[in-house]
């Protein structure tokens, strides 16, 4: 019954923008702290951002800082992911996952996955 779902994917243009839904069910999204993952072609998969469970701390990659803003609204059980700025190499399949501590975003790994939404930035 542990699910994340993620929405908001879809054909852009570059420079523009996109924004990523994560909603979670069958669990208090505000207990866990989220991350976002990116995949793209024949790439390995990318850690991009990460929040902790109040939303009071975060990160970025090196490749998506200053573009993407990580946020979440727990009382809606949902984690978002702005993209401002794309680029054709933004194109992936994006994950949100779930973890019980921030670190695990971080450094060690995440315990749930939702299943991607993917992300197209082409002219």
């Known amino acids: 019954q542990l699910q994340l779902v993620e929405s908001g994917g879809g054909l852009v243009q570059p420079g523009g923008s996109l924004r990523l839904s994560c909603a979670a069910s069958g669990f208090t999204l505000g207990s866990y702290a989220i991350g976002w993952f990116r995949q793209a072609p024949g790439k390995e998969r990318e850690g991009i951002s990460c929040i902790g469970s109040s939303g009071g701390t975060t990160n970025y990659a090196d490749s998506v800082k200053g573009r993407f803003t990580i946020s979440r609204d727990n009382a809606k059980n949902t984690v978002y992911l702005q993209m401002d700025m794309l680029k054709p190499e933004d194109t992936a399949v994006y994950y949100c996952?779930?973890?019980?501590?921030?670190?695990?975003?971080?450094?060690?790994?995440?315990?749930?996955w939702g299943k991607g939404t993917l992300a197209t930035v082409s002219s």
């Open positions: 996952a779930a973890a019980g501590s921030y670190y695990d975003c971080l450094y060690y790994g995440m315990d749930y």
